[in-house]
């Protein structure tokens, strides 16, 4: 296809891209353009603004599928806020919306593939948060394709559902910062199923308080990655102990993401990357919206008596932590969120929200309702973190 724009670094190589191998794991053929554009230049930055996202990895950064399944889920759970409240299906589900890029400010582009069984003819629609947080239909057809869509974005910008446009962009296009140097992706095996017993699991699914429960209805790495620090070289960096109940959880799990949606940073990581880093981080910017906006950030901030210390994050940007009031073992849950006002502290221990949420019993921010359409085996599940994971 003749690209709307000029390539700013014709110099970066492609990416070589197993078009057989992604189409046949997507069970889709995608559409010519999109494989034209992705072969020749790879993911790029189009107009400062549009990410256009392309079968490609980077250890610790970024995976093709990975990011596939995390936009879907978060779609997926901001339409939930929004009317009609009632998401559209989304890819692996037959004639589900499948993605292909994003904006800066937090719009996902994604094709409809129930709309004809040519993918040439997918229509692009997006998902514009800032209509979400507006309390807005967040959803619209261009009934375009993706090369077509590209092109107006950049010559005459295309309207959004929150009453802004996406557009007029610069006709510029460059390979995405993070990903100068990323190389081929390659789709992963099917997914295997739970190796426990299929009624033990049914059982769990339902009964049960703890973490015998929790490693019932979701059996834990072999070997869980906490980092290569202890856990009294932690408490000594930040002169406190932490709850045992998250101490026992890490132990047993380590770092990892829960449900493709809730990540655990690595605890014990000497490298400047672990729990205090990751605290330090958040509480920064917490601290500086806080001065700006008081009446919206209504926490203390650790180490401020009774101050929020945060130990995990979604997908979507919301924090969870502790409010550092009385021994470690009384601190209460918190979730920060980021698309809703500050509510109270959970009412329940670390692992028994983790069981409420994973069995569909809990949904408020930070942790979004499980979606009925999904079988639970596939969306129940942790992935384990490693020493070449971000997290």
């Known amino acids: ?21 992604v189409e046949s794991w997507l069970g889709l053929r995608l559409p010519a353009d999109y494989k034209a554009l992705a072969t020749e230049y790879g993911p ?14 980077k250890p610790g950064r970024f995976d093709y599928g990975d990011w596939l399944k995390e936009t879907h889920k978060l779609c997926r759970a901001r339409s939930k806020d929004a009317p009609p409240h009632t ?11 499948l993605a292909w890029g994003m904006t800066r400010s937090a719009s996902y582009l994604l094709w409809d593939t129930a709309a004809s069984t040519d993918p040439d003819q997918w229509p692009v629609v997006v998902m514009d948060s800032d209509a979400v947080n507006n309390g807005l239909n967040p959803w619209h057809n261009y ?18 559902p929150s009453n802004q446009q996406l557009g007029p962009l610069p006709p510029t296009a460059q390979r995405t910062s993070y990903l100068v140097d990323a190389g081929p992706w390659t ?18 699914l339902k009964h049960g308080t703890g973490l015998a429960a929790l490693q019932l209805l979701v059996p834990p790495p072999a070997k869980p990655y906490l980092g290569d620090g202890s856990w009294d070289q932690l408490f000594e960096e930040l002169g406190t102990r932490l709850p045992t109940d998250y101490i026992e959880l890490m132990d047993t799990y380590g770092a990892g993401c829960w449900s493709e949606w ?19 981080e958040i509480l920064g910017g917490y601290a500086d919206l806080r001065a700006e906006y008081p009446e919206f950030q209504l926490l203390a901030v650790w180490p401020e008596p009774g101050g929020f210390l945060p130990f995990a994050n ?11 009031q009385g021994s470690p073992d009384e601190w209460p849950l918190i979730v920060y969120p980021r698309h809703a006002e500050q509510g109270p502290p959970l009412q329940h221990t670390l692992v028994d929200t983790l069981l409420a949420w994973l069995r ?21 599940r942790f992935e384990p973190g490693s020493d070449k994971s971000h997290w």
């Open 1 to 21: 296809m003749d690209a709307p724009f000029v390539q700013s670094d014709p110099a970066t190589l492609p990416i070589p891209i197993d078009w057989g191998a």
């Open 87 to 97: 998401p559209p299906p989304f890819h692996p589900k037959r004639g589900g919306l």
């Open 360 to 380: 569909g019993h809990l949904d408020t921010a930070g942790f979004p309702g499980q979606d009925d359409e999904v079988d639970p085996l596939d969306h129940i």
């Open 262 to 280: 809730l990540t655990f940073v690595t605890p014990l990581r000497t490298n400047g990357r672990g729990f205090a880093h990751h605290a330090e």
């Open 44 to 57: 790029l930055l189009i107009g400062e603004w549009l990410w256009l996202q392309t079968p490609c990895a």
């Open 187 to 204: 789709p992963p095996p099917p997914a295997r199923r739970t190796a426990v017993p299929k009624k033990t699991w049914l059982t769990a």
């Open 314 to 324: 979604s997908v979507e940007g919301d924090v969870l932590g502790w409010l550092t």
């Open 143 to 160: 009934h375009m394709p993706l090369s077509e869509l590209i092109a107006a974005v950049v010559s005459t910008g295309v309207p959004l």
